[in-house]
């Protein structure tokens, strides 16, 4: 094999390289650690019932303790 071809393979080889790396850049990149380590973070999640009374009289007493803005205070 000459050299021409060599280098023509290789012209080949880079060309492919640089069509597929945004597909090959999800699987390997920093992008892609970081949605495996959410998952498995959401993995561990618990779905809590709505059904603990605690939780909606606190979450009410908060929402009436928020402070408003009224119609006069915004000129």
Known sequence: MSWPWI????LAVVVLV??????????VGSDARRARERR???AQLKVVS??????IT??????ERLPTI???DRV
């Open 7 to 10: 280098a023509l393979l290789a």
């Open 50 to 55: 709505g059904e603990n009374e605690d939780f």
């Open 18 to 27: 640089g069509a597929e790396w945004p597909r090959v850049s999800l699987r």
């Open 58 to 63: 606190s979450v009410q007493r908060d929402l």
């Open 40 to 42: 498995r973070r959401k």
């Open 70 to 72: 009224d119609e006069n």
